[in-house]
């Protein structure tokens, strides 16, 4: 391991190692307005969202890195505590890069950006018209800490108002392919969080799981499973007991499912069809081939069924592949 203290580090060297670890961040496209009235407009990713009762979001306007100067956004801010916060879409990404452009005070970076300002309900900075997801807000507390270049100044900001596009809420949820978010990582990389970068996972919650340490040691020591698996295992209510897992074999033997073929060949085509019930098929008649790869196959089977879901079926299959024969 790299080990540092941070006291020991330039400050860009160390910035950079912060982007690349805690990523990736979400970006707040941050509407606010000049004493004057100009419209400021700045993408910030040092942002989240803390909390929903009362809805609290947070982003970090800090000091410029290259003297220490305050940026425009804190400025106004400062002056008004008033602010949109806006979710950046792919679509945009651009825009917004366009936006982090340093523009002197009386810029307006809508005009600059291309992006659209409409009239906000309850405060004076305007909305971006091409986000789908905007938060007119309240800055209730700025939070400093240093004052050299890039110390951060945490602006602390209550929700007052959420304007969501229709088209991306289904059933109270906005799914990720429909808000097609970015997120910031290190040095100029995005990352875009929709399609295949997505995935689903239950969080426990209040069920509590065997956890990893009352797995037997002939699946904690598989060269098969994976952490991701073990972990799923883990977050299990119950392991089944021996008859239970006896009676599953049992039936699954005599249920009858068409076109399947014993060979390892179709075994491994069933594995990339997620085909777990086929490969099981396979994997049984392999046990009573004594087949050397048997175990290897079951446990096979487990992790497809696992890694699509069916817990219960990898369960009792991984505790089959344990003691087969019995
Ligand atoms: C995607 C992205 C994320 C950024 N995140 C931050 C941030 O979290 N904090 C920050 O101070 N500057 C951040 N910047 C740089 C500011 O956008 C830039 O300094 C901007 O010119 C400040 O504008 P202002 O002076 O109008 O407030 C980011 C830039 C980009 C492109």
Partial sequence: MLNYLPKDLPVPKLHQLLLGGIGPRPIALVSTISEEGTLNLTPFSFFNCFGSNPPIVAFSPSRRGKDGSFKNTYLNLMNNKECVVQSVTYSMVNQINLASTEFSAEIDEFVKSGLTPIESDLVKPK???ESPFQMECIMK?????????????IAICEVLKLHIAEDIVKDGVIHPDDIDLVGRMSANYYSRASGNSIFELVQPKFEIGVGYESLPDF????????ANNLGTFGTSKSIPDD???KKFIEV??????????????AFYRYQRHNDFQRMLKVAIIFVKESHPKAKTYLELTSQCAI????????WKVALYAGNPKS
């Fill in 141 to 153: 507390e700025m939070r400093s800490f240093g004052e050299g270049g890039a110390s951060p100044n």
């Fill in 219 to 226: 699946i904690k020591e598989s060269h098969i499973y994976s």
């Fill in 252 to 265: 699954f033997e005599n249920k009858k499912i068409e076109n399947f073929e014993a060979s390892e060949e």
């Fill in 243 to 245: 008859s239970e897992v």
């Fill in 127 to 129: 909305r971006v018209k």
């Fill in 307 to 314: 890694e699509n879901n069916d817990t219960d079926f990898a």
